[in-house]
């Protein structure tokens, strides 16, 4: 059999389990995102007006991203961790441009935009790879 008819016979992820994933990443992004926001601006309304628009921007971005992730076979055969490394890299390109960019549109203020946007950086890549690994364990919706 080609590589090709083995990727193709694997049971690929269905819509409804990225979705799932989508929003228990979001519960705990969203958490992150409040706290840093609150620590970085001291200004709670501030920080769950961020926490709450990214909710749903970042629910529909994590979907779009799962959905492209789940054409790109490379790392797939082994499940192997340099593709969740990868993918976890990926995903935080465009969450921390989020971020920057709601912060930014909350706030008012590019140096206070930055800051969340940074230390989500640091944050989110650990949390997402975790996140990640766990969804692993779990063989509901594949």
């Known amino acids: 059999m080609s590589d090709q008819a083995a990727l193709s016979n694997r049971a690929s992820e269905h819509h409804l389990r990225s979705?799932?994933?989508?929003?228990?990443?979001?519960?705990?992004?969203?958490?992150?995102?409040?706290?840093?926001?609150?620590?970085?601006?001291?200004?709670a309304k501030w920080s769950v007006s961020i926490a709450s628009i990214e909710a749903l921007t970042k629910i529909a971005l994590y979907y779009f991203h799962e959905r492209g992730w789940e054409r790109l076979h490379w790392g797939r055969e082994a499940e192997a961790h340099w593709r969740s490394v990868a993918k976890g890299a990926s995903w935080r390109v465009v969450a921390t441009l989020d971020t920057f960019m709601l912060s930014w549109l909350v706030t008012g203020s590019v140096k206070t935009a930055g800051t969340i946007a940074s230390f989500e950086i640091l944050t989110k890549i650990a949390l997402f790879y975790l996140h990640e690994r766990g969804w692993k364990l779990i063989p509901w919706g594949r």
Not at 25 to 37: A, N, P, Q, Y
């Open 19 to 43: 979705l799932v994933k989508g929003v228990s990443w979001r519960f705990i992004g969203s958490l992150d995102t409040f706290v840093l926001s609150l620590l970085v601006t001291g200004n």
